[in-house]
């Protein structure tokens, strides 16, 4: 009687063997949303994410963020608004790790108010993805609905797209769920759904 790894070689030698294939991911659009105080500090901000991102596809706002929250205020003042900057182009989706990690950078190397102690931020740089089918924002703090993605950075799945609208989940910020905002992220999806469709012509 043979041996128990002889049985089990044999029923492998037996079987067919399978080669996996993965399938590529959907190229994102990449948003970043500012939120800030002035306008000439969001225009500044928007010069340096231009020089990094750029060109610019969509701008949108300023629109009032107070009203959200005041979890910033202390920080950044107040009376706070929401600008959104959509760039050209398609990125894969890891790459909102990396972007992630820059927009930190350029708020502690540029984007500091002169003189404060502790040092405290012109702007807060938001950057997510678009897909058709959703909106991932990048986060560096951990909790119970983010998936770590690397280096620090959280993905969360904030909204999803079903039966041409915009979905919230029970942990979507106040500020996502918003009609003004859904307004905004449908039309970078129209962009978003030519892309991709310029995207399989060229292939």
């Given at each position: 009687?043979?041996?128990?790894?002889?049985?089990?070689?044999?029923?492998?030698?037996?079987?067919?063997?399978?080669?996996?294939?993965?399938?590529?991911?959907?190229p994102c659009s990449l948003f970043i949303g500012v939120l800030g105080k002035e306008q000439g500090d969001f225009e500044e901000a928007k010069s340096f994410l231009l020089e990094r991102w750029g060109p610019m596809v969509m701008e949108w706002g300023p629109h009032p963020f107070s009203s959200y929250t005041d979890y910033y205020h202390q920080e950044m003042g107040s009376p706070l608004f929401r600008w959104f900057v959509a760039f050209e182009g398609l990125i894969s989706p890891e790459s909102l790790v990396r972007i992630k990690?820059?927009?930190r950078s350029l708020e502690?190397?540029?984007?500091?108010?002169?003189?404060?102690?502790?040092?405290?931020?012109?702007?807060?740089?938001?950057?997510?993805?678009?897909q058709m089918p959703r909106i991932?924002?990048?986060s560096g703090k951990d909790?119970?609905?983010?998936?770590?993605?690397g280096e620090g950075i959280y993905g969360e799945l904030t909204l999803l797209y079903e039966k041409k609208r915009w979905k919230s989940l029970p942990w979507t910020y106040p500020d996502y769920r918003s009609e003004a905002y859904?307004?905004?992220?449908?039309?970078l999806r129209e962009y978003h759904r030519f892309a991709l469709r310029s995207l399989k012509e060229v292939r």
């Amino acid at each position: 009687m043979g041996t128990e790894n002889d049985m089990q070689n044999g029923r492998m030698s037996g079987r067919k063997s399978v080669t996996l294939e993965f399938l590529s991911p959907e190229p994102c659009s990449l948003f970043i949303g500012v939120l800030g105080k002035e306008q000439g500090d969001f225009e500044e901000a928007k010069s340096f994410l231009l020089e990094r991102w750029g060109p610019m596809v969509m701008e949108w706002g300023p629109h009032p963020f107070s009203s959200y929250t005041d979890y910033y205020h202390q920080e950044m003042g107040s009376p706070l608004f929401r600008w959104f900057v959509a760039f050209e182009g398609l990125i894969s989706p890891e790459s909102l790790v990396r972007i992630k990690n820059e927009t930190r950078s350029l708020e502690a190397e540029y984007l500091l108010r002169p003189g404060l102690s502790p040092p405290c931020r012109r702007v807060n740089l938001d950057p997510g993805t678009l897909q058709m089918p959703r909106i991932v924002l990048a986060s560096g703090k951990d909790h119970a609905h983010r998936l770590y993605l690397g280096e620090g950075i959280y993905g969360e799945l904030t909204l999803l797209y079903e039966k041409k609208r915009w979905k919230s989940l029970p942990w979507t910020y106040p500020d996502y769920r918003s009609e003004a905002y859904h307004g905004f992220l449908s039309s970078l999806r129209e962009y978003h759904r030519f892309a991709l469709r310029s995207l399989k012509e060229v292939r």
